[in-house]
């Protein structure tokens, strides 16, 4: 199950990033980068097994 969580938090951080390239001036910028950042960490350490 862990391993369906890690594939969507991938995914999500990847549209995330996406969107931020297509928008660079969208509102919230630092907000969704913090948050990207933080689910990256998540994610990582979720495959981890930490």
């Known amino acids: 199950m862990s391993m369906w969580i890690a594939l969507l938090s991938v995914i999500i951080i990847i549209a995330g990033v996406i969107r931020l390239i297509q928008n660079p001036d969208m509102e919230y910028k ?16 979720n495959v981890l097994g930490i």
Request: proline share 0%; no cysteine.
């Open 30 to 45: 630092t907000v969704t980068i913090v948050v990207l950042v933080l689910l990256a960490i998540i994610t990582v350490l």
